[in-house]
């Protein structure tokens, strides 16, 4: 089954579905590893890989490799540029930061990268991927002009604007390790504004505040830092998790 199809069954199943995000930077290949059992075991339904910087290459490769071999998940990768591509990955979110004010990030990497994932065989997943306040290095490294966080409806302007493009997929991103996560009002507005699969990352460290973005329409919630630094990462992401799917339902 294809990766897109899977999450859309878990999402109209359970509700919401949850994506762990690993960066291939910020660990050895092995460890990547122990994240992506330690995330099946706890119910995470995917493995996203990627990161700001330009980790690619072999470090990429065996990352994936290593994630593949732990867990039995879907691994999409969510590259930073063309560089962020991987043939041993499952699908990758073909994605476009819509507000950056740099050509490069909004279809210059897409052009480098298609050939590689039409090689690669990788499954494509459409997805307009929109930098809010904070933005975090996401945001400065992708020179966006960040949505302002009082602006939900500029956020489903955007949004909107990504639906008539046939992006399938909406990524509000507040930045790896914000402070606040994507505000409760912005995901309403833009969940008001489409019906495209809702993703909502950044900052989500607490069950109650990826329960209240799934009240307000997120379909995905995605957590990085949270299994970087927990202790009991298991634990921390059944928590998680389990926030997710019982908050989800139309
Ligand atoms: C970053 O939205 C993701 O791209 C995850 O953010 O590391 O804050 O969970 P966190």
Redesign the pocket.
Known sequence: MKVEERLRRVIAKEGAAHLT?IDPAKQAPKAAGEIALDAAAAGSDGIMVGGSTRAGGKLLDQTVQEIKKAADLPVIL?PASEAGISRYADAIFFMSMLNSRNPYFITGAQRLGAPLVKRFKLEPIPMAYLLIEPG?T?GRVGKADLIPRDKPELAAAYALAAQYLGMRFIYL??????KQPVPVGMVKAVRKATDVTLIV?????APKAAAERVNAGADII?????VERAEDRRAKIRELVKAVKSSGGA
């Open positions: 995000l969510f975090g996401a991103e507040a930045g790896s390790g914000a990352g950044g900052g989500i460290r995605v957590t990085g830092t949270l």
